[in-house]
């Protein structure tokens, strides 16, 4: 028997291609496919939310799976500690802050986002959360294609960039 034999199903080293929507607890829509455009990762190189990349795990293409995510199994309770006033002068000059701003932090390889939440007199509250931490999310995700990842693809754990993708 061949692939083709089987029925195409989401599984290790298979590269996914999915319609998505994701909602909060109270049903207000927080992204979707329409908007992002579709899903596209290698299955089992947690690129995903691990809980939602279990989930999806078997589903054939053409079948539309529904996974309610606690924040502990989606992207954490919301950490107050992770609020805090930076300085002005302990951020670079040249930096333009308003709120809203995602910034990128860290050194030693470990890297971490921040958001600007609101200016102050002496510089800016800046929020490590996740936007998403302390959330309930809703994922809808239909499967649109799956087939088995190239020798590059599983060993990268991305899935190639489509023809219109492609950089110059």
């Not at 028997?1 to 109270?26: C, E, G, I």
């Not at 992204?31 to 990762?41: A, H, I, T």
């Not at 006033?85 to 000059?93: G, H, K, Q």
């Given at each position: 028997?061949?692939?083709?034999?089987?029925?195409?199903?989401?599984?290790?080293?298979?590269?996914?291609?999915?319609?998505?929507?994701?909602?909060?607890?109270?049903g207000e829509r927080l992204?979707?496919?329409?908007?992002?455009?579709?899903?596209?990762?290698v299955h089992g190189h947690v690129t995903l939310l691990p809980a939602l990349e279990r989930a999806l795990e078997g589903a054939e293409v053409g079948s539309t799976v529904t996974v309610e995510l606690p924040p502990e199994a989606a992207y954490g309770e919301r950490q107050?500690?992770?609020?805090?006033?930076?300085?002005?002068?302990?951020?670079?000059?040249?930096?333009?802050?308003y709120p809203g701003r995602q910034l990128r932090s860290g050194s030693h390889g470990r890297q971490f986002s921040l958001r600007v939440v609101r200016l102050t007199d002496q510089g800016a509250i800046l929020d490590g959360n996740h936007p998403l931490a302390g959330k309930q999310l809703c994922f809808r995700v239909t499967i649109k294609d799956?087939?088995?990842?190239?020798?590059?693809?599983?060993?990268?754990?991305?899935?190639?960039?489509l023809p219109d993708q492609a950089r110059p």
């Open positions: 028997m061949t692939w083709t034999d089987h029925p195409r199903r989401v599984a290790f080293n298979t590269v996914v291609t999915a319609d998505y929507s994701l909602t909060d607890a109270d992204d979707d496919s329409k908007q992002s455009g579709p899903m596209r990762y107050e500690n992770l609020v805090f006033e930076a300085n002005r002068t302990a951020l670079p000059d040249d930096l333009e802050l799956v087939r088995a990842a190239s020798t590059q693809e599983a060993q990268s754990g991305r899935p190639e960039p």
